[in-house]
């Protein structure tokens, strides 16, 4: 005789999108039997978040506009300073260690991304200092891999020894959007609808007219913030000691550009993300250059996690090839 139960899961993940799981599971005297069924949207096993954590909120812009670019799904964190994550990474690792111990080889992968401007040997030894004390992990060496391992920065220009490298380069990038460049970027836009324009019929005209207008206002409005970039020259930006600093560029230059008319496309509360994306948009070799060791990490460490989250497993085992 076989005392049965059975449990059924209803999962909405958003409009017109339906998903049923039902677990029936069958009791006898030397034998369990546990039948799972998903029906929709639960077919598929959830593939989680890679996790990026980065030092502050301008980091978490730059990944953000990263993560929009890339082949997955990340969850962006920030943790302060950069000299906090070989330690957090050691956590991780010991936390995956006792893991797979346990039987299960999934884990979550975890990226931290400085700000690209540690140069290799402070970055070794601050990690080399994840660990003090007299009682050393046997496994320490494939600790301090690990967090070499998973220690990504951005790529800049280092050859300036001055504080703000990250918001220097911004600068630069940004300063080499000349207003030919813009021209440039749009000509073929601009004589498409002045064509479109002589021949149009009165009705739709206007329409197009607009289309033309608002074109040449945002393109005014990258001139406007680019020319005021080339205003503030970076010597002038210090700290309190003295010392050139270019943290404050994007201070400087909003105040600068808050003297005018109000922007539209390009927001002021935003405007890391506005010169970020006028980088992107306008001066794209040095863009792809700048986030390309952090994006190839991130596509990789998804994969990874397609890779072990695809498969179904039943009580740690892997079943199947999962969909």
Not at 76 to 99: H, K, Q
Not at 220 to 240: F, Q, W
């Amino acid at each position: 005789m076989e005392d049965q139960k059975s449990t059924v899961f209803k999962v909405n993940l958003g409009i017109g999108i339906m998903g049923t799981t039902s677990v029936t599971t069958s009791v006898g005297e030397n034998s369990k039997k546990t039948v799972i069924e998903r029906h929709g949207s639960t077919i598929g096993n959830l593939i989680p978040s890679v996790i990026v954590i980065c030092e502050d909120n301008l980091a978490k812009t730059i990944l953000g506009m990263v993560a929009s670019e890339a082949k997955g799904s990340f969850k962006i964190i920030t943790a302060g300073a950069w000299d906090n994550m070989p330690t957090l990474l050691y956590g991780i690792y010991v936390f995956r260690v006792l893991l797979k111990e346990s039987g299960d080889n999934r884990f979550l992968e975890v990226l931290c991304v400085t700000d690209g401007d540690i140069g290799e040997e402070k970055l070794e030894k601050v990690c080399r200092k994840v660990h003090s004390g007299i009682n050393v992990p046997d496994d320490m060496k494939q600790a301090l891999s690990l967090i070499e391992g998973s220690l990504y920065g951005f790529e800049l220009d280092k050859s300036k020894r001055i504080g703000g490298l990250p918001e220097y380069n911004h600068q630069l990038w940004l300063n080499e959007v000349s207003h030919d460049v813009v021209i440039a970027h749009h000509q073929e836009r601009i004589q498409t609808l002045e064509s479109y324009i002589e021949r149009a019929d009165e009705k739709v005209k206007p329409g197009i007219e607009l289309q033309l207008i608002l074109l040449k206002r945002d393109m005014a409005e990258v001139n406007r913030i680019a020319d005021a970039s080339r205003g503030i020259l970076p010597h002038t930006l210090k700290d309190k000691k003295g010392r050139v600093d270019c943290h404050e560029f994007y201070g400087v230059l909003k105040a600068k550009l808050s003297e005018g008319d109000t922007l539209n496309k390009y927001p002021l509360h935003h405007l890391d993300y506005s010169v970020l994306s006028i980088i992107r948009q306008y001066n794209p070799v040095r863009w792809q250059a700048y986030i390309a060791p952090v994006k190839d990490a991130m596509e990789k460490a998804f994969a990874n996690h397609v890779k072990m989250f695809t498969p179904d497993r039943f009580n740690l085992t892997e079943i199947g090839g999962g969909t």
